[in-house]
């Protein structure tokens, strides 16, 4: 006896929704627009051709098996849809409907004929693949918009965190304290996320600073840093969390500020407060926080990249994986998204292993700081190096699969193009010979017969594709 599963009830459904999969995939938009054209020509041909009784009734039962085939295609894709409701209310799935009922009422006795040929109808359908182009620009378009964050819009809420009476924790506070706080000589360091250009302003008056110099949060588009006077400024890209089978997203992160007041703005929140927050304990308090923030971030925007990074390879590793059966143009498309990304990445680390080199080396020195703190970058400088070897040997992996796949569809070409002339060569020899002799052999210049001259093309032909296939063409 097969033993008893709580579960028992289980195989049931799940076989149930494996082959109603299976009905979708098999009868897909293709498949059923095929169906719709034969229904169209099986009406039409009554009326063009004379036919017997047998060939009316075989038709008749061909229109039934294609509105069989309709029914069973829109009770599977019902029985698979979540919202049942919804699915029955969509326009093209009430076209889909009428079809349906209007082929089984031919069915009845009193059924107009007419209906038989309701399949058809779903031609209307076929109208949509004018708008995919179309469409699917539009999407890739709203897809790419919001890659980095620079055509979005900032939240409207601000989320402000301050650096406790600990030095080790941020805490959240209120924009108008914020505001207060920045107006104030005491030392302050301050995270404020949701930044809109109308705060920028307000920000750059309170710190005593050009607005200018906080101007880059909207404006620049590489890792910077700049000196001006008593403050210093260091622009970044931080990478958002990606999940797998997402685009890379990044977002503006502007450090500013003097030796003892710092502010972070950042175009979108982010958990840059509580990842730079674990930070500071490896940091002493008597170092000025200017110095403090720029090593904590400069090691979060490590970290964050380090986990993009990876998150690319595991996208690239699958699509080695895979390659085989992606067609040409989703194996196109997914290379050339990943490849985006990749030199998205590669650009940041690029100017921001340049800048964290030259704090290292001591070419730039931050507000506040004095040149033995230069050693505590050697770190961040050898991790941002990494990063960028790393992403430099993804994107050589990516393009020689790349490589790879274009030389395989090369080859498989050049064995098509190869084949075509072969049997163009072959062609050309009973070609020449009709030439050569007309449409028959009665009194012609040559004693030969209808026989002698198919025996001489046939052994010319099979002495070509001997002296083919020695050679190898034709493997």
């Known amino acids: 006896m097969r033993p008893h599963n709580a579960?028992?009830?289980?195989?049931g459904p799940l076989r149930a929704i494996r082959i109603s999969a299976w009905i979708e995939r098999a009868l897909n938009d293709a498949v059923l627009g095929f169906l719709a054209l034969a229904c169209l020509f099986l009406m039409i041909a009554p009326v063009v051709f004379e036919l017997g009784q047998a060939?009316?009734?075989?038709?008749?039962?061909?229109?039934?098996?294609?509105?069989?085939?309709?029914?069973?295609?829109y009770l599977a894709a019902l029985y698979r849809a979540q919202d049942k409701a919804g699915f029955a209310r969509s326009p093209w799935r009430v076209i889909d409907a009428l079809i349906i009922l209007a082929g089984i009422l031919s069915l009845l006795p009193l059924g107009a004929d007419v209906l038989r040929g309701s399949p058809a109808l779903r031609l209307l359908r076929l109208g949509r693949l004018a708008l995919l182009g179309t469409r699917s620009s539009l999407a890739l378009q709203a897809h790419a918009e919001p890659m980095d964050g620079a055509?979005?819009?900032?939240?409207?809420?601000l989320e402000v965190w301050a650096l406790g009476a600990s030095g080790t924790a941020f805490e959240a506070i209120s924009w108008p304290t914020a505001q207060q706080r920045i107006g104030t000589a005491e030392p302050d360091w301050l995270f404020i996320s949701g930044v809109n250009q109308e705060h920028l302003a307000p920000v750059a008056?309170?710190?005593?600073?050009?607005?200018?110099?906080?101007?880059?949060?909207?404006?620049?588009?590489?890792?910077?840093?700049?000196?001006?006077?008593?403050?210093?400024?260091?622009?970044?890209?931080?990478?958002?969390?990606?999940?797998?089978?997402e685009r890379l997203r990044r977002t503006s992160v502007l450090l500013v500020g003097t030796a003892?007041?710092?502010?972070?703005?950042?175009?979108?929140?982010?958990?840059?407060?509580?990842?730079?927050?674990?930070?500071?304990?490896?940091?002493?308090?008597?170092?000025?926080?200017?110095?403090?923030?720029?090593?904590?971030?400069?090691?979060?925007?490590?970290?964050?990249?380090?986990?993009?990074?990876?998150?690319?390879?595991?996208?690239?590793?699958?699509?080695?994986?895979?390659q085989a059966s992606?067609?040409?143009?989703?194996?196109?498309?997914?290379?050339?998204?990943?490849?985006?990304?990749?030199?998205r990445v590669r650009g940041s680390l690029k100017h921001l292993k340049s800048v964290v080199r030259d704090l290292h080396q001591g070419h730039i020195i931050l507000a506040g700081a004095k040149p033995q703190h230069a050693a505590l970058f050697g770190l961040l400088a050898d991790d941002c190096g990494d990063l960028y070897d790393d992403i430099e040997d993804l994107r050589d992996s990516l393009q020689a699969l790349v490589d790879l796949r274009l030389n395989v569809s090369s080859f498989q070409m050049n064995?098509?193009?190869?084949?075509?002339?072969?049997l163009t060569a072959l062609a050309l020899i009973p070609a020449t010979a009709g030439g050569l002799l007309g449409m028959n052999l009665t009194d012609t210049p040559w004693p030969a017969t209808l026989?002698?001259?198919?025996?001489?093309?046939?052994?010319?032909?099979?002495?070509?594709?001997?002296?083919?296939?020695?050679?190898?063409?034709?493997?």
Do not use: C
């Open 7 to 11: 579960l028992s009830g289980t195989p």
């Open 55 to 73: 060939a009316q009734q075989t038709l008749l039962y061909i229109e039934y098996l294609i509105v069989a085939l309709f029914a069973a295609e």
């Open 151 to 157: 055509a979005q819009t900032a939240p409207a809420q």
């Open 205 to 245: 008056q309170a710190l005593g600073v050009p607005q200018k110099a906080v101007e880059s949060l909207f404006q620049s588009s590489i890792p910077r840093f700049d000196r001006l006077e008593r403050f210093s400024t260091l622009f970044v890209r931080y990478p958002l969390a990606m999940q797998a089978g």
């Open 260 to 322: 003892d007041n710092v502010i972070v703005l950042s175009r979108e929140h982010t958990e840059l407060p509580h990842r730079v927050q674990s930070r500071l304990a490896e940091l002493g308090d008597e170092t000025p926080r200017m110095l403090r923030a720029t090593v904590a971030l400069i090691g979060e925007i490590s970290r964050a990249y380090t986990a993009v990074i990876e998150q690319l390879e595991a996208t690239l590793l699958k699509i080695e994986a895979t």
């Open 326 to 343: 992606l067609q040409d143009a989703e194996f196109l498309r997914q290379t050339f998204e990943l490849r985006a990304d990749i030199l």
């Open 415 to 422: 064995r098509v193009m190869r084949l075509l002339a072969l």
């Open 451 to 475: 026989a002698q001259v198919a025996f001489g093309v046939a052994a010319g032909m099979g002495l070509s594709l001997y002296l083919f296939a020695i050679k190898g063409w034709l493997r």
